[in-house]
């Protein structure tokens, strides 16, 4: 949503700029008793000046100006992506990492792990998933490796603030091959 927000704010400022360079040009204009350049403001005046609130096009008007102030302002307080702020040295720079970068990271280095056969990992800002299927039997063992290599990972990262991790390992049937997790212990 960053990226919107950018280009709507570059698109109104430059806008308002151009509108506030067109007023400036034209009131300079009319101060030295000269026509108008580009909006033809004279002819402006008797139509704005037998408008009132009761006629359709001022409200229209007023209700369009407000519907776009709305969605300007929910554009503005819209939370972006989610994302882990990384530690950095210098003090002026900061950096961050998508939820689902950490998400590939973890789910590669669950899958690159002998036995597992399938690794699925959520990551949210105050927690990290990991859930994985093997076929073997000491799953008890399984899950402390898996915590603890989850946990270099994470700690490779450099997160200002690392997710809390749940680490799950269902054991699957051999002859099942890499099919649902079927029960496990979780932690």
Do not use: C
């Not at 400036?24 to 004279?42: K, M, N, S, T």
């Not at 720079?93 to 669950?110: N, P, Y």
């Not at 989850?150 to 200002?160: R, S």
């Amino acid at each position: 949503m960053r990226a919107l927000n950018r280009v709507v704010a570059l698109l109104l400022s430059a806008a308002l700029f151009a509108a506030g360079l067109v007023i400036v040009i034209e009131v300079i204009r009319a101060a030295f008793d000269q026509g108008p350049v580009i909006v033809d403001w004279r002819a402006l005046v008797p139509v704005l000046t037998r408008n009132t609130w009761r006629d359709l096009g001022p409200v229209l008007v007023a209700g369009g100006l407000v519907a776009l102030g709305l969605v300007l302002l929910l554009l503005g307080l819209w939370r972006g992506k989610p994302a882990l702020a990384l530690v950095v040295d210098a003090p002026a720079v900061s950096a961050e990492t998508s939820l689902i970068s950490v998400e590939h990271v973890l789910r590669r280095e669950a899958l690159a792990v002998e036995g597992v056969t399938a690794a699925r990992v959520r990551v949210s800002r105050r927690t990290a998933r990991v859930a994985v299927a093997t076929p073997a039997d000491a799953i008890h063992g399984m899950e402390a490796y898996m915590r603890q290599r989850a946990t270099a990972t994470l700690d490779a990262l450099h997160l200002v603030a690392p997710p809390t991790l749940k680490v799950r390992v269902h054991h699957v049937p051999a002859a099942g091959g890499a099919g649902g997790p079927a029960g496990g212990t979780s932690a």
